[in-house]
Structures are given as structure tokens and as C-alpha cells.
């Protein structure tokens, strides 16, 4: 074999070796472009749209730690401290349609306290659009005049039910006007705690007639009016709350009375949180308005850290309550508010001073 034979036999030897290993190669795939959270600022501070679709997210919610020192509803109470912890998560989602936004609201809570489990209670659930809402949220009695006050035991004095399923219209005339149409599930939760634990109607599991909330309202600058009614089916009876709300910058206020259409009776709309040992003869009707119920209160912001809250409330049946706290926020979302609670139940001669302390981390 000559030499120029041997360099050609060694070129394509070489050439077939490149040929395999360029076959073999891997070619690295092009990067997916990242997508990134995506502000969604129509529906207020804090959503977010969800990667992928046109729903906005927010979520949020707090951890609470409390210390509570007898017990402003049960005038028998002599326990010393208990010591309750909270935590709460909520979630809301917002999506544009042709009829307005597509909301829903969740609202989750784990509850430790006393010793015991930890109990998990779905608060609010609900869906809402063009101004229906449907699902679990407080009732309108209660939700839509305003609570009582700026204070942690502000229902002493029976104020309305909370959380139960309902059907609901809310209407904003955007000159002031609103007004709320709402259809209440008897068989919710708020049904037996208004009759108090012990008293709850033998018949409510077997009601199926939902109960009525109605209400208006006007307001124009610093002050707000409104009227609101709720009729339990199941009593066949009700009761109407009207309040006045007024806010001068330096200090807020506001008054509201309530009318029981049936002052010897408890209903769903004007029943009783006291425990039955403030009822003399195991009457509940002791514990609760009688034939109507007041309420009074004002907030005094004294800087952008502090507020100093008042709530007096007074009944038909010589039930009176006084509540005063402090809201301190020496940071942006944390909140150490201690509370000071005096009951006094004329109908079996007793009164009580109880005490809270609550911190409060909120998201």
C-alpha cells in the first residue's frame, strides 16, 4: 500500500467516525418564555390574575392569640384566664363578565381554645354577580345597616344572626340609595343560636319557608341613614332596626334602636347571646329585648397607631351593656387591642366585668 493510499483510507475513516458521533449530537430544546404574576388592580389592592386564565386572585386572612378574662355574656362566669387562638384564611376571586364582575368569597377558620381540638368552621362561601349573591355569608340584618360597634363583644345585646345561606339582591342607585332584598335559610345557624342554645325551635329541622330581610338606606357626606326588617317564619314574628351613622374626621358615631314585634317572645331577628342563667325560671324572653333594644357608640382616631372605641347598649328588659377598648397598631397589620366588658342583668339581679386581650396579625 503507498503513502498516498494509506492518507486517503485514514481520510474517510476519519470522515465516517465525525459522521456517527454528528448523528449522535443532542440539540438543547429553546427555553420556555416564564410567565410572570400579572398585577390585577380592578378589583382593589391585592389580586392577582392566575397564570394562564382571566380569574383575578386574592388571598388573605390573620392570625389571632387571645387572653379572656371572665365572660361579659353569662353572669355566672367566674373562670379565670382562657386563652383562645385563631387562624383564618380567606380567598376571592374576581372575573370580568358582560354583567359585571364574577366574584366569590371564602372564608376558612381553625379554632383552638381551652384546651380542646382544634375545630375547623367554613365562615363564608358564597358567589355573587350583577348584584346577586347566593351562598353562606352574615345575614343582611346584620351585614348590610352595619354591626353594632368597633369592639369585640359588641353583641351582648342580641344584634341579629350571623353567618347562614341565603339569596340576596343589593341595589346602589350610585347617588346614595341602596338598597338589599334577601331571602334567609331557617335552617342555618343563625336560627338557633338567636333562640339561645337551650330554646332552639323543636320544629326548625322540618321548616323549609325561608325567612325575609328587606332594607333601604340613604347617605350624603358625613352622614348615613338606614332601615332594615327580617321576618322568621318559623315564629311568625320579626323585628325592624333603624341607625343613624355620622363621621366628623376627629371622632364617629352612631345610634340604633330596634322594635320586636313580640316583646314576650324570642325570634330569629330579636333573640338572645346570653347564656340562660341570666333568665330568671329558665324564660328567655328575659334574657332578650322585651320590646325593643338601643345602641350607641363612637370612635375617636387620636393618631394614625390608635383609636380609642365606646359601645353602650340598653334593653326593654333592663339588660345593660358597656364595652370600651383600645386599638393600638404599632406596625402596619398587627393589632394588640386589650377590651373591657360591664353587663348588668337587672332580671336576676347580677352583674359581670370581663376582660379581653387580643393580638392580632392580619394579611
Given amino acids: 500500500m503507498n503513502i498516498k493510499s494509506l492518507l486517503l483510507g485514514s481520510a474517510a475513516a476519519l470522515a465516517a467516525v465525525s459522521g ?157 340609595f341602596t338598597a338589599v332584598v334577601s331571602l334567609e335559610d331557617t335552617n342555618s345557624s343563625g336560627s338557633g343560636a338567636a333562640y339561645g342554645a337551650s330554646w332552639a325551635s323543636d320544629d326548625k329541622a322540618n321548616h323549609y319557608a325561608p325567612d325575609v330581610v328587606a332594607g333601604a338606606g340613604f347617605k350624603s357626606g358625613a352622614w348615613g341613614f338606614k332601615v332594615v326588617g327580617g321576618y322568621d317564619s318559623i315564629k311568625s314574628e320579626g323585628a325592624i332596626k333603624a341607625r343613624v351613622d355620622a363621621d366628623f374626621g376627629v371622632f364617629s358615631a352612631f345610634l340604633m334602636g330596634g322594635w320586636n314585634t313580640n316583646g314576650d317572645n324570642l325570634n330569629k331577628y330579636a333573640g338572645t347571646n346570653l347564656d340562660r342563667s341570666a333568665c330568671p325560671a329558665n324564660d328567655p324572653s328575659k334574657c332578650g329585648w322585651g320590646d325593643w333594644a338601643v345602641w350607641g357608640g363612637v370612635g375617636v382616631p387620636i393618631n394614625e397607631k390608635l383609636k380609642w372605641n365606646l359601645q353602650l347598649a340598653y334593653t326593654d328588659s333592663k339588660i345593660f351593656a358597656a364595652t370600651t377598648n383600645v386599638k393600638w397598631n404599632p406596625v402596619k397589620n398587627l393589632l394588640i387591642e386589650p377590651e373591657v366588658s360591664y353587663t348588668n342583668f337587672d332580671s336576676v339581679n347580677q352583674d359581670q366585668w370581663a376582660g379581653i386581650l387580643r393580638f392580632q396579625r392580619s394579611f
Wanted: aromatic letters at 14%.
Fill in 20 to 176: 456517527a458521533h454528528a448523528a449522535d449530537a443532542i440539540v438543547a430544546a429553546e427555553p420556555e418564555p416564564l410567565e410572570y404574576v400579572r398585577i390585577c388592580d380592578a378589583y382593589g389592592a391585592g389580586y392577582f390574575f392566575i397564570p394562564g386564565t382571566e380569574t383575578c386572585l386574592k388571598v388573605g386572612g390573620m392570625v389571632r392569640t387571645e387572653g379572656k378574662w371572665y365572660d361579659a355574656y353569662n353572669a355566672n362566669s367566674h373562670n379565670g384566664t382562657l386563652w383562645h387562638t385563631r387562624a383564618q384564611l380567606s380567598l376571592d376571586t374576581a372575573t370580568d363578565t358582560e354583567y359585571g364582575p364574577l366574584k366569590t368569597n371564602t372564608v376558612i377558620r381553625w379554632d383552638w381554645q381551652e384546651g380542646n381540638s382544634t375545630s375547623t368552621k367554613l365562615l363564608w362561601a358564597n358567589i355573587s354577580l350583577g348584584g346577586f349573591l347566593v351562598g353562606k355569608a352574615d345575614s343582611q340584618y346584620n351585614s348590610y345597616i352595619g354591626y353594632a360597634g368597633d369592639v369585640i363583644n359588641d353583641d351582648v345585646i342580641y344584634d341579629g344572626p350571623y353567618e347562614l345561606n341565603q339569596l340576596t339582591y343589593n341595589y346602589d342607585a350610585g347617588n346614595g
